[in-house]
């Protein structure tokens, strides 16, 4: 390729500004009018409202309602479940128990082998929800509407040391906390990267487990979710006010209300939902496998016991929950599947799926910390320690004072 | 724009939103049931609490876009009163499609004409009644475009 002069350079830029830029007056537009009051407080926030009851209604219905439970729930449980059951060889009995789990369960929540809840899981409820998840996400993006979504929430946000660009990532963990941990990248200083992986790490669950909290505990997402975004805010709060460094004012350029485009949808979505199933099926084929070996060889058991007096009194909830917390590690929307299994009251199962959003963040967002810096890790890790025993322990005693534990 | 029969039309319609808004959040509160022959308020937290608050928003734009609604800043809010309307009517639609396709747990993958007809079925949350109501404002968009290219 030729390289052009300085003067050439400038003659290419000149040709193609008279070719894309018009000048003249500028006309006020409704659509103008309507970005107006989307950033504006008072008319802002409603509308804030209603796009993400939309963004939550359309949510549940396609991913809930229609594909899991209206047909996956159905295709694994009545046809792939009895089916690998009766064909799989029963012996030897410990890889039957690793590759397709309990012999005796009635759906593919509770089986626990690999090809049984380990396919459950990424193709049965997490798929669907990361498509649409991802989906509304990127319209948002192509109308227009995600940088007025940061202006508007830039006050509330500064609160806490962060500037409204934080909203990007928040919004992104709520997918996927991998994408989310890169796109910290677009805060500025080294305080609010680290206090936004934090918080991200800690307290935004990601869609897979949101999606499998939504058939588990259908009713209970949203006190969860309340929960974890006043422990966002609070923690926020805290840190802005230990952690040194700079929190600075930011300008954003608001661009105009527009049509998306079908082709840049396609892309956007095709390439983040082929992401994160590349991260996501081995990480939960692989859970399936480790916490099967855990249960084979009596480990599970004897952490079981070990943990006990740390799960049942400060956390109250069984101690047998120590197997869904060790499989959080690997993949949240699993673990929080395991709980299914685990007889509990519903307080209980509240407390422990706050535990498993709040107490590590998953292997794939670990070592996406890690390529941030060691540093940044250690701190976070440390975060998330005093947050999941400050947190949890908490609800605890909300249980307590309600008379409900 | 007949700035006169608009004023009166809107202000009207945002009369009826403000106060379903305030009806739903009261049913959700309360913890009741309302059924009225085809009308039915949501009492869930979901859609008839937040829902609600969404319904209430819009009756809010209609009321505060009503005065100079000649004025592209006060139509642009009554334009988004309709836009909240799409939004929790939309929702309401896509949730019904979405649960008429599969069909019953026990049953066929598919669901059978009557059981995908009868989701269809009154009764409806007040934001489809409110949503024929809502299209207007397509009406007077059109007019200012036509106004504005002239």
């Known amino acids: 390729m030729k390289r052009l002069s300085l003067e050439e350079r400038w003659n290419l830029i000149e040709r193609i500004t008279q070719k894309v830029v018009k000048s003249g007056k500028y006309k006020y537009k409704l659509k103008d009018a309507i970005g107006e009051i989307t950033v504006r407080p008072l008319t802002g926030i409603p509308i804030a409202i209603a796009v993400l009851y939309g963004f939550w209604s359309i949510f549940g219905s396609f991913a809930g309602t229609l594909c899991t439970d209206g047909f996956l729930v159905k295709l694994f449980d009545a046809h792939w479940l009895p089916w690998i059951q009766n064909h799989f060889p029963q012996s030897p009995h410990w890889l039957y128990y690793l590759l397709v789990g309990d012999p005796t369960a009635t759906n593919s929540f509770e089986a626990f082998g690999a090809l049984t809840s380990g396919l459950f899981v990424p193709f049965g409820v997490v798929l669907p929800a990361i498509f649409i998840f991802y989906l509304m996400i990127t319209l948002l993006e192509d109308v227009g509407y995600m940088p007025r979504l940061a202006v508007l929430v830039d006050t509330v946000l500064h609160k806490i040391g962060l500037h409204g660009f934080a909203i990007v990532p928040s919004i992104l963990a709520l997918g996927c906390n991998v994408p989310a941990v890169a796109a910290t990248r677009v805060l500025e200083t080294r305080k609010q990267r680290f206090m936004m992986m934090a918080l991200l790490g800690v307290f935004i669950p990601c869609g897979a487990q949101i999606g499998i909290m939504q058939d588990v505990l259908p009713h209970y997402v949203g006190p969860i979710m309340l929960y974890l975004l006043l422990g966002y805010f609070v923690f926020g709060f805290i840190l802005n006010k230990i952690i040194p460094g700079k929190s600075p004012e930011i300008l954003i350029d608001i661009p105009p209300y527009q049509m998306p485009t079908r082709r840049n949808v396609t892309r956007k979505v095709k390439m983040r939902v082929g992401g994160f199933l590349k991260t996501a099926v081995p990480f939960v084929l692989l859970g399936c496998i480790v916490v099967g070996i855990l249960y084979i060889a009596g480990i599970m058991d004897w952490l079981a016991g070990a943990f006990a007096p740390i799960l049942t009194k400060w956390f109250g909830v069984p101690k047998e929950t120590v197997g869904p917390l060790i499989a959080a590690f690997l993949r949240k929307d699993l673990a929080v599947a395991q709980l299914t299994a685990i007889k509990m009251t519903k307080y209980q199962l509240m407390t422990s799926v706050v535990l498993i959003s709040i107490y590590f963040p998953c292997l794939a967002t670990f070592a996406m910390m890690l390529k941030e810096g060691w540093r940044e890790l250690l701190g976070a890790l440390a975060v998330l320690a005093i947050a999941s025993f400050a947190w949890g322990g908490l609800l605890h005693l909300i249980w307590i004072l309600m008379g409900s534990a | ?150």
């Open chain 2, 1 to 150: 724009m007949n700035e006169k029969l608009a004023k009166t039309y809107f202000g009207i319609l945002g009369i009826a939103t403000f106060i379903s808004g305030i009806v739903d959040l009261i049913v959700t509160f309360g913890g009741g049931n309302f059924s009225y022959g085809i009308l039915q308020i949501p009492n869930d937290g979901f859609r008839g609490g937040w829902g609600g608050l969404v319904v209430l928003s819009a009756g809010f734009f209609y009321l505060s876009g009503i005065k100079k609604i000649s004025q592209i800043r006060q139509f642009a809010k009554v334009a988004a009163g309709s836009i909240l309307i799409w939004v929790m009517a939309g929702t309401d639609v896509f949730g019904m499609i979405c649960s008429s396709i599969p069909g019953p747990e026990d049953g066929p993958w598919f669901n059978t004409l009557g059981g995908f007809l009868g989701t269809y079925a009154p009764p409806y949350p007040p934001a489809i009644f409110l949503l024929p109501f809502s299209f207007a404002v397509i009406y007077y968009v059109g007019k200012y475009f036509r106004t504005a290219n002239k």
